[in-house]
């Protein structure tokens, strides 16, 4: 018979620290006691669920390790590293094997990215985990309303590959791009330098569409992007679906010729007025991609 | 037509402060920036799902309270007082009123403790609120894990008043006991004291058989309680029901005469041994109440 208690003991092994210079009283007690690293803490809350966020066939090992990296990529858009998480898990299973394979999808990215576990709660119900980070700033915490007119735009990587990746698999093809969907990358070696030289920055998780959009907004700005600048995987709908996990970043040209920035892809400049126009050929393209919404 | 953006909005008046002594970075960013308060951290997650924590047809206000009350009480048993909070919603209602009422419940519970909503995520599907608490030790933090032989057993207050709220509300029954359960009051002014003198401490949110007995089994001990000296609502299984919310804790003797542990209900005793034994007109009574688990 499953309950609680059986769940909990998987997840045992990952909040075994009896001391610590960051975790004072880990899992087993009413609350976790974090000891006061006198630096300012970054907090966020991802839920990602069920057919809403992975497929119903999805592995638990995935879904552990997609809900974390998705979490965790609200950290790097702040220019901040991860320290530690706590997860509210939802799931109805009643086979103990499926905690196994979702804790050990979830203690291969807490190595991953030397993080530790510091509490939860698990409660029966369709699968969804509630998946809460917290880090500390690189450098300074970047904002997304601190784009400048004439701030170049810079995404960290292409757009569209866990789109290609949830795509391949639903149609059972074995691809590069499911890893992509699945087990994220999330650039923190790059939210390094953006949190010293970015003048804004979000993660694009939305779409690129809605998330520079969402930087302008906030800014007060417009912007100005160049469709064959953009480094796409397979159409004009890469820019509007999410699932990508790059950064966007704002930053002033004179950065351009840093060692580390002009790896990245400039795809556009701040401009003055508001939302984003599309150049393509040199003329403006119609494109109307909303970017991700759960309700819509 | 609905959004997570529409919904947002309904929690924006909540979170608009452009700097704070606590909040750097509130809502509207990809994280929040809690500033350093030289003082440990307090954690605890804590997930209240539809139909499993509380009734579907529950009012909007009620589940938004009830689930942020249940899960500061964890921290009250830490010793903790409470600071802020995140939340991850997920709902199906695609009435923006509903979200406006649970925006209303969450406010007068804010405002009744005096805490700050610094985030969260919102996303579609069954009604499910992942609340994460956060907080500081009023004295030191009590573990469950310090209870020594001797030592007496307290609880702050009657059990089985949630329970009776529930079965009244199940039967449209018009009650006092109702607000027990939708509105649980939590016990922050006697966590003050229980902080300075218990040896151990936990909230009753499973059953007091249930948390009592993690007390038991975390310090190596056992327990002997006194059935005509624990104030019930009902009957028997009031000891094993839940949805109390009131504290269980442990304490020497040397301070049964305090001002403040003398107003709270002593129950029994701390004993070598393990388990719980339950006397009765100076009998061991039978009882195999085995406390809440939404797995079973």
Same mark, same amino acid.
């Given at each position: 018979?499953?309950?609680?208690?059986n769940?909990?003991?998987? $997840?045992?092994?990952?909040?075994?620290?009896?001391?610590d210079?960051l975790?004072?009283?880990g899992?087993?007690?009413?609350?976790?006691?974090?000891?006061?690293?006198l630096?300012?803490?970054?907090?966020?809350?991802?839920?990602s669920?069920?057919?809403?966020?992975?497929?119903e066939?999805?592995?638990?090992?995935?879904i552990?390790?997609r809900s974390v990296?998705?979490a965790?990529?609200?950290?790097?858009?702040m220019?901040?590293?991860?320290? $530690?998480?706590?997860i509210?898990?939802?799931?109805?299973?009643?086979? =103990?094997?499926?905690y196994?394979k979702?804790?050990?999808?979830?203690?291969a990215?807490?190595?991953?990215?030397?993080?530790?576990?510091?509490?939860?709660?698990?409660?029966?119900?369709?699968?969804?985990?509630?998946?809460?980070?917290?880090?500390?700033?690189?450098?300074?915490?970047v904002?997304r309303?601190?784009?400048?007119?004439?701030?170049l735009?810079?995404?960290?990587?292409?757009?569209?590959?866990g789109?290609?990746?949830?795509?391949?698999?639903?149609?059972?093809?074995?691809?590069?791009?499911?890893?992509?969907?699945?087990?994220?990358?999330?650039p $923190?070696?790059?939210?390094?330098?953006?949190?010293q030289?970015?003048?804004?920055c979000?993660? =694009?998780?939305?779409?690129l569409?809605?998330?520079?959009?969402s930087?302008?907004?906030?800014?007060?700005?417009?912007?100005?992007?160049?469709?064959?600048?953009?480094?796409?995987?397979n159409?004009?709908?890469d820019?509007?679906?999410?699932d990508?996990?790059? =950064?966007?970043?704002?930053?002033?040209p004179?950065h351009?010729?840093?060692?580390f920035?002009?790896?990245?892809f400039?795809?556009?400049?701040?401009k003055?007025?508001?939302?984003?126009? =599309?150049?393509?050929?040199?003329?403006?393209v119609?494109f109307?991609?909303?970017g991700?919404d759960?309700?819509?």
């Amino acid at each position: 018979l499953i309950s609680e208690l059986n769940i909990l003991n998987c $997840f045992q092994h990952l909040v075994d620290y009896k001391s610590d210079e960051l975790v004072l009283v880990g899992s087993g007690d009413d609350a976790a006691v974090i000891k006061s690293q006198l630096k300012d803490l970054v907090h966020s809350v991802d839920i990602s669920k069920i057919n809403t966020h992975f497929p119903e066939d999805s592995q638990p090992e995935n879904i552990a390790y997609r809900s974390v990296a998705v979490a965790l990529s609200d950290l790097a858009a702040m220019g901040a590293y991860p320290s $530690f998480i706590s997860i509210g898990l939802t799931s109805n299973s009643n086979d =103990i094997e499926w905690y196994k394979k979702f804790t050990s999808g979830l203690e291969a990215i807490l190595n991953e990215y030397q993080i530790k576990l510091i509490g939860g709660d698990v409660t029966f119900g369709e699968v969804s985990v509630c998946v809460n980070v917290f880090g500390y700033a690189y450098d300074k915490i970047v904002l997304r309303s601190n784009a400048k007119i004439g701030d170049l735009i810079y995404i960290t990587g292409p757009l569209g590959e866990g789109r290609q990746g949830l795509i391949d698999w639903k149609n059972n093809k074995k691809s590069s791009y499911i890893k992509n969907f699945f087990n994220p990358k999330i650039p $923190f070696n790059k939210s390094k330098y953006i949190s010293q030289f970015a003048s804004s920055c979000i993660d =694009i998780s939305d779409g690129l569409m809605k998330d520079l959009g969402s930087i302008c907004k906030l800014s007060e700005v417009g912007a100005e992007i160049v469709y064959e600048d953009i480094p796409i995987t397979n159409d004009i709908n890469d820019l509007s679906y999410g699932d990508d996990y790059k =950064i966007c970043y704002t930053c002033s040209p004179t950065h351009k010729n840093n060692e580390f920035i002009s790896q990245d892809f400039c795809i556009g400049e701040i401009k003055s007025g508001n939302g984003i126009s =599309i150049i393509k050929d040199n003329s403006i393209v119609d494109f109307n991609g909303n970017g991700w919404d759960s309700f819509e």
